[in-house]
């Protein structure tokens, strides 16, 4: 099959979407498929099945470009589209490279399925406070326009399909899924002797106001009340300066350590090297770090908020605290540092969740939408 896919996201940024593309993107290809990208870049051109747009940052969160609106009125994109004659067109994100997507798919007859990966209500908080209650007014207009053109939209749980049942009702419930064997693979050693007998604690993930890592920062004095430990903060994001001066403010500049970006080669190690693996966000459509944390022999605590409560059982396969309170997550971190029969469970649950399995159900579902 050839699959054209379009996504306003894309390297070097490293996020849940990029991360689930590039996943789902060596098995499609290793079963003969050819996947063709249109993604924004620093210019217009084609470099290995990758169609690049010209695209700037932007300026509140530059490692995110914006492609120009301009893109939507050039021929560039249908012209590509026919000479490859995809199969199936998979649009990943409903900004200006997804809207090329309808587009090409209106213009070139090809059928369009669209993943919703991001609750993107929940970043209006980039635009001023008087603008923000009219911009969430605007995006549910404009999503009901997209979803509208798509034949099926794919959900990446549960909670995520009942949501988007007000836009369209083909919905297909397809999680991205982990590569396994890297991350048991993962030798934490050599890190872990960095910080003599310390507990560490992990959260892994773009370091932005919605994934609420300012709750384990005020979480972090009850627990070190209790143990040793160290909290290290995986990632980059806007709200890493903001969070940095949180703890300095309440004085635990030794305890936490924010490790910016780490190569994706060394990630496993860290999962590792860790007692315990925390995420507060409730901004979650999957949380796929929690899903690479259960396959490294972690114990995850989780909020207890949108679709996480689908991969975390509390007290069976992980813990979850209630949203927003500090002591509940607090005392779960504590209880699963030692919680071996529930890491098991965890290793067992993920296996479900293996990238070639999730990556021959999205084979089996273009298969079956080309046909129509």
């Known amino acids: 099959m050839e699959i054209a896919w379009f996504t306003d996201t894309w390297l070097p940024t490293r996020d849940g979407v990029v991360n689930s593309l590039l996943s789902f993107k060596e098995v499609i290809e290793s079963k003969g498929n050819k996947v063709y990208i249109f993604a924004p870049g620093n210019k217009n051109e084609l470099q290995d099945n990758i169609i690049y747009y010209k695209a700037k940052p932007y300026s509140k969160y530059p490692n995110y470009r914006i492609t120009a609106i301009s893109s939507l009125f050039s021929k560039r994109t249908l012209k590509i589209i026919k000479s490859i004659k995809p199969d199936i067109i998979h649009s990943h994100s409903p900004g200006i ?5 309808v587009i090409s798919s209106h213009f070139a007859k090809i059928p369009l399925v669209f993943t919703y990966h991001t609750f993107l209500q929940d970043s209006v908080y980039f635009f001023s406070e008087g603008m923000q209650k009219f911009s969430k007014k605007l995006l549910e207009i404009w999503l009901k326009w997209y979803f509208r053109r798509c ?13 988007l049942e007000k836009y369209n ?13 890297k991350f048991e693979r993962g030798n934490g050693k050599r890190i872990k002797s960095k910080f003599e007998g310390k507990k560490l604690i992990l959260h892994v993930g773009r370091i932005v106001k919605e994934k609420n890592i300012d709750l384990l920062i005020k979480a972090a004095p009850h627990i070190i009340d209790k143990i ?3 909290f290290l903060i995986i990632g980059e994001g806007p709200a890493k300066i903001e969070l940095e001066k949180m703890v300095k403010k309440m004085g635990l500049e030794k305890e936490f350590l924010f490790t910016g970006f780490i190569p994706d080669e ?24 929690v899903l690479e944390a259960m396959a490294s ?9 949108r679709a996480i409560p689908e991969f975390v059982f509390d007290g069976e396969n992980g813990f979850l605290f209630s949203p ?7 005392e779960k971190i504590l209880i699963g540092m030692d919680a071996k029969d529930v890491v098991k469970k965890a290793r067992k649950f993920v296996e479900k969740y293996s990238i070639e399995k999730m990556g021959e159900k999205l084979i089996e579902f273009y298969e079956n939408e080309s046909r129509i």
Do not use: C, W
């Not at 490279?97 to 997507?101: D, P, Q, S, V």
């Open 97 to 101: 490279i997804g809207t090329n997507a």
């Open 151 to 163: 034949n099926v939209i794919i959900a990446p749980s549960k909670y995520v399909a009942n949501q």
């Open 169 to 181: 009702k083909k919905i297909e419930i397809i999680p991205t899924g982990i590569d396994i064997k």
């Open 228 to 230: 040793d430990a160290i």
């Open 266 to 289: 060394e990630l496993a190690d860290y999962y590792r090297a860790a007692d315990v693996f925390i995420f507060p966000s409730t901004y979650e459509t999957q949380g796929i770090v």
């Open 297 to 305: 022999g972690l114990p995850v605590v989780a909020a207890r908020a």
């Open 324 to 330: 927003g309170d500090e002591k509940e997550l607090a």
